[in-house]
């Protein structure tokens, strides 16, 4: 009879020094030794990352179906992935049908139905988005139930859309019906909350942790050395990637912050923003990594920016708005505007799935362990279309997703694809259906092909 001795630590592990605390990530160490290779290694993580203003569509959908689709010129950047990518093509956001009678919305609807599958009427209740939804049962296990991110200051106050309030434009996440959740687009604010949790309300301690060229590390230099002798080779260089990459990005914080501070006032650039979209969105992306790699959320909403966000995209040669370029009324300079951002933001999101595949999670990648949908609430920008939304479904969904097809749709629902995400990660489809989601017609079938 084989005897197994191995003992495991805490999941939950932390280190902590002078009021500081910092997760770790899943080390071998972590998993009993009885469990090796069973589910206890396959946290599923959820990520959403929504695209305001459309796509140009042409440059978007691949011409063939099934196995054989092409990289498209919006697509091509995410090439390194095409086998654990599907493109969902036909979905519409019903729910963003207008009514007789509603003025405005064309961008509110779209935004505000996109996690939710509800009509969303003029400044009244909307309903739990999908993501909340799994949210409140991953968030047993995770110290932060969900996290809310763009690359846009949503704390301004924006135009209304119609008889729409801006807050339906703002946001994809829904806590609940009256609950729009900020989306956070500070790097310090978000690393704060994932790595430098203070549980002292001392001012001088976080004095010290903001200190200039201070880590959050140099709090918990004891433990890692403690931690590192009792653990063996493979998690000690796990631990030690783990650990230059939090420097990395505290040092980059630290740099966009004094880089901020040399702006003019009039710039309107809060302490902590990067000066390029480029810089911000990798920023973000590196610590939506790791808050997946430390267990710290297994759910992520992302946007780039509210819906008629214009940006600043001057970096890649756009002096025009996005919404603005969105309105391209046919002129070919405009159509190339956007068709310059759309490729942008793929080029970034390919750097967002390196960093999730590049990372170990149990016996595979933190890609491998994920469920991400990218896309938008839109298709055309310029009529405000909101049937045969651009949709990717990348990752490997722990084993419940195989990629590397084009399947198109006809009169579908965006919604039926949030129903087979829930029905992947094991929750109930009825509770949500009975959660006034309206335009479901079931679970999307992707498990076919």
């Not at 990530?25 to 009993?32: H, S, V």
């Not at 087979?420 to 992707?446: A, H, Q, W």
Request: charge should be negative; hydrophobic fraction near 40%; glycine fraction near 10%.
């Amino acid at each position: 009879m084989t005897m197994i001795f191995k003992k495991a630590m805490a999941r939950r592990t932390f280190l902590r020094g002078v009021g500081t605390t910092l997760a770790l990530p899943l080390l071998d160490g972590m998993i009993p030794a009885f469990a090796l290779g069973s589910d206890l290694d396959k946290a599923v993580r959820v990520l959403y990352l929504y695209g305001p203003n459309g796509r140009i569509m042409k440059n978007w959908t691949p011409t063939i179906e099934g196995k054989g689709w092409e990289m498209t010129p919006t697509l091509e950047p995410l090439a390194p992935f095409r086998d654990q990518m599907l493109v969902l093509s036909g979905l519409d956001v019903r729910a963003a049908d207008a009514w007789e009678g509603e003025p405005g919305g064309v961008h509110a609807r779209p935004c505000a139905a996109y996690l939710t599958g509800i009509h969303p009427k003029p400044n009244q209740a909307m309903g739990i988005s999908i993501d909340q939804y799994i949210a409140r049962e991953f968030g047993k296990h995770t110290q932060l139930g969900s996290l809310e991110i763009s690359l846009e200051n949503t704390e301004r106050v924006g135009a209304a859309d119609g008889a729409y309030s801006d807050a339906y434009s703002k946001t994809i996440s829904w806590r609940g019906p009256e609950t729009p959740l900020p989306m956070e687009h500070n790097p310090r604010r978000v690393f704060e909350r994932l790595l430098g949790e203070n549980q002292s309300t001392d001012p001088a301690v976080r004095r010290r942790l903001a200190r200039k060229n201070s880590s959050i590390l140099d709090f918990v230099t004891q433990e890692v050395a403690r931690l590192s002798a009792q653990i063996g080779p493979g998690d000690r260089n796990k631990l030690n990637e783990y650990l230059d990459a939090v420097r990395d990005i505290e040092r980059r914080i630290q740099l966009s912050e004094e880089q901020a501070s040399r702006e003019m006032p009039e710039m309107e650039k809060p302490a902590g923003k990067p000066a390029t979209v480029e810089e911000h969105a990798k920023l973000m992306f590196d610590l939506m990594a790791l808050a997946f790699q430390a267990d710290l959320t297994r759910v992520i909403t992302f946007m780039w920016g509210s819906e008629q966000h214009e940006g600043d995209y001057r970096e890649i040669g756009v002096a025009d708005g996005h919404h603005a370029s969105s309105h391209h009324a046919g002129q070919a300079y405009m159509i190339e505007n956007c068709i310059k951002v759309d490729a942008f933001h793929s080029r970034l999101f390919a750097h967002l799935l390196h960093r999730l595949r590049s990372t170990p999670d149990g016996e595979g990648t933190l890609l491998d362990n994920s469920i991400v949908v990218y896309g938008s609430g839109l298709s055309d920008g310029m009529g405000h279309v909101h049937h045969d939304v651009p949709t990717l479904l990348v990752g490997g969904g722990a084993g419940k997703i195989k990629g590397g097809s084009h399947i198109h749709y006809s009169d579908v629902p965006l919604s039926n694809l949030h129903l087979r995400i829930l029905d992947m990660v094991g929750l109930p489809v009825e509770d949500f259906l009975d959660n006034r989601y309206s335009d479901s017609t079931g679970k999307l079938d992707i498990l076919s092909i």
